[in-house]
């Protein structure tokens, strides 16, 4: 068997991961036939050995939707998989969006005790809270770090 995607049949789990998939779309692309679309994603099957790939548009504030992705789909039923409402890339966005945020924070290097009951951190300098509180504070969930 002569598949032209062997070299993209890994798995997406970083941001780098991800940018660097973008930049081969259009190569992808020449090896798939379109199943079925959705809401900005599509179902793609390659045409050489039948398995299933998903493009989504992981950029899609990007003027025309930014540029797809295409990955993978290794489920026994990847019709089913396609249909469920979660997406992989925005997870990888939001997981690289989340420690972003996190690293800007910087340390806890205040005067003061985290606002918060029961924490004995030092507050983040221009907070009352310390850096995972303040995390919490500002997105509205656990803080994973």
Request: proline share 3%; aromatic share 10%; charged share 35%.
């Given at each position: 068997m ?54 989504e ?41 989340k ?21 004995a ?5 221009h ?19």
């Amino acid at each position: 068997m002569n598949d032209q995607l062997t070299e993209y049949r890994s798995a997406l789990l970083t941001m780098a991961d991800l940018r660097e998939r973008v930049k081969h779309s259009e190569e992808i692309r020449k090896e798939l036939s379109e199943v079925k679309v959705g809401d900005w994603k599509a179902l793609h099957r390659n045409k050489a050995d039948g398995s299933y790939w998903a493009e989504e548009f992981p950029f899609g504030e990007m003027h025309g939707g930014g540029l797809s992705c295409f990955f993978l789909i290794e489920e026994d039923d990847p019709i089913a998989a396609f249909d469920r409402p979660e997406h992989s890339t925005s997870s990888i966005i939001k997981g690289f969006e989340k420690k972003k945020f996190w690293e800007a924070l910087g340390e806890d290097e205040g005067d003061q005790i985290c606002r918060t009951q029961g924490c004995a951190k030092m507050n983040m300098r221009h907070s009352v809270f310390c850096r995972e509180h303040h995390y919490e504070s500002i997105r509205k969930e656990p803080c994973p770090f």
